[in-house]
């Protein structure tokens, strides 16, 4: 079966559905600060929405013969939390740059992404009212 990346199907519960997924056109690694802004965008648009990616450690888990090669789950206190951690964003960029910059210019990159992007992929048709999924969202960026 076929399951669409971030669950972009309104309404299906991916997080109880366990399988192998198969994709037509496996995704590349991205590579550049826009590249990885888009990926934190869909992200976070995900667990906002709750249709973020189902969880690796669960199935490695379960495939697991110690409690000490187990992994740490999320619980349900952590449903809404939402953390976005870029080493070396440096090397995101073509030109020599410190990483203390890289990293103001990729949250400023990312603040853009999450206030003006449409985000009709992850809202419900029926929620969503008065072209809501359009308008323009505040970030607040905290160094």
């Not at 669950?7 to 994709?23: A, F, P, Q, R």
């Not at 550049?32 to 965008?41: G, K, L, Q, R």
């Not at 030109?95 to 992850?122: C, N, Y």
């Amino acid at each position: 079966q076929m399951v669409p990346a971030y669950g972009s199907v309104i309404g299906h519960d991916y997080v109880t559905e366990w399988g192998l997924v198969y994709e037509d056109k496996p995704k590349e690694c991205p590579y550049t600060a826009s590249e990885v802004a888009n990926e934190a965008f869909r992200a976070i648009a995900g667990t906002l929405y709750n249709k973020q990616c189902l969880d690796p450690a669960i199935v490695s888990n379960s495939r697991s013969n110690s409690l000490y090669n187990q992994r740490p789950l999320r619980s349900g206190i952590d449903a809404g939390r939402i953390g976005v951690e870029i080493d070396g964003a440096q090397c995101l960029f073509p030109h020599p740059i410190s990483p203390g910059r890289a990293q103001r210019i990729f949250a400023l990159l990312l603040a853009q992404k999450l206030s003006s992007s449409s985000w009709d992929e992850f809202q419900d048709p029926q929620k969503s009212s008065h072209g809501t999924n359009t308008r323009i969202r505040h970030i607040v960026l905290i160094f």
